[in-house]
């Protein structure tokens, strides 16, 4: 585990707010105060990011467009340009670097900052956040939220809480008050499925989860219980990593019954492929090595990779590589109680835009 700072660190994250649709609705007049989806153009499309306005009608990233469409029947579907997205995002962070060079981009719409040493010596990181949000407005014609606290995840649960166009702060001592409160599905890091079986576990709120063994925790959860115990008691020692290389992306989903039929299991990669691609379209990088996850219902796990020799172009080649991996294992020895893809061997190269369009980070 990264050692304890000798002094509390100074943290914001700054999250742009629903940042593709805002600039979609920024550059076309006529697009703005209307439920607007970015993506999902066809019929498999899946839903990259919404506007605020469709997301009152339930509309979200990582919807299918088909289900969307039914939310909402007014909903408007732009395909994406992810050069302008990029644009943009070089605007935003050339103002990060006039606070601070402490900068690890997230994606591109989403960063962390270490403000402890702050370039303009302002005394409070809330007065920083204030000024960066200010700057994106006039300079981008964009609203951002921003966290502010004494460490990347509690940042991280800050920015959520004024969404959107706001700013909140968790000051020292008031991190654990905040944590215990708390759903443990709404921690960064805690996914569907590990909320799930923290429920079956009788682990509810970080109260609960702060009142486990670390022991059980890794008992339970392996490596990651370290981390579920240390964020319980509102401590996360990571520092800020400029320009931090990611060497994987992954996603999977646990079923609520088990799954036995192949057509079945085929569509369930379906949403699984997405949330990999919506990285990927979002960080402009793609891999060489498709890996399936399989865990079976007695909890057996295994795993299946191919690589290529060039960058997998767009969502529809992962979704179908990880579909051929699965086939390969026909005939399945029992029924599977999970899914998951990963795409690693990342690099810079851009991401063919698919044509159902792509997600939100995930």
Known sequence: MTPAPAAPRKII??????????VEQRDDPALRGRPLAVGGTRERGVVMAASYEARAYGVR???????????CPELLFVPPRFEVYKEVSGQIREIFAEYTPLIEPVALDEAYLDVTHNLKHLPLASEVAREIRAAILARTQLTASAGISYNKFLAKLASDYRKPNGQ??????????FVERLAVGQFHGIGPATAARLHALGIFTGADLRQQPEALLRQHFGKAGGYYHAIAHAEDHRPVQPDRPRKSVGAEMTFAQDLHA???????????????????ARAGQSGRTVTLKVKYADFQQIT?????????????ALLRTGQELLTALLPLPKGVRLLG????????EEPAAGPGGQLALF
């Open 61 to 71: 990233s990582a919807m299918p467009a088909s289900t969307a469409r039914r939310l």
């Open 341 to 348: 893809l990963s795409l690693s061997s990342l690099g810079g």
């Open 262 to 280: 192949l057509p079945d299991l085929l569509a369930a990669l379906l949403p699984v492929a997405a949330k990999v691609w919506a990285y990927c």
């Open 13 to 22: 994250h700054l999250d742009m707010d629903a940042f593709y649709a805002s």
């Open 304 to 316: 299946r990779s191919r690589s290529v020799s060039v960058p997998v172009p767009d969502e529809a």
């Open 168 to 177: 909140y702060v968790i000051p020292p001592g008031r991190g654990l008050a």
